[in-house]
Nanobody, 115 residues
């Protein structure tokens, strides 16, 4: 199983920015998918954005124009740049990967948006 370590969360004011990082324990080139989910209090976990092995990017409508995902294959790392954060973005953000049908999750990093 792949080990994922996510980091970079914190408390920001509305309109602020954060950069999340996810480091994998092995090469991410072979992953079927890799990206981010989030879970707000009392809500189900939902997809934020993910790369697929087919070269596409799946993303949620709420992140359009505000969040950007990037990857560094040499460092086995994926980043999520979040701008213009809103209070409704408050959640625990989880790195996720699927490799040959086996899912792995990071421990989660808290993002709180509040004035």
């Amino acid at each position: 199983q792949v080990q994922l370590v996510d980091s970079g969360g914190g408390l920001v004011q509305p309109g602020g920015s954060l950069r999340l990082s996810c480091a994998a324990s092995r090469s991410i080139v072979s992953f079927n998918t890799m990206g981010w989910f989030r879970q707000a209090p009392g809500k189900q976990r939902e997809l934020v954005v993910q790369f697929t092995s087919g070269g596409t990017t799946n993303y949620a409508d709420f992140m359009k124009g505000r969040f950007t995902i990037s990857r560094d294959d040499a460092k086995n790392t994926v980043h999520l740049e979040m701008n213009n954060l809103k209070p409704e973005d408050t959640a625990v953000y989880y790195c996720h990967a699927n490799r040959f049908g086996i899912e792995s999750w990071g421990q989660g990093t808290q993002v709180s948006v509040s004035s």
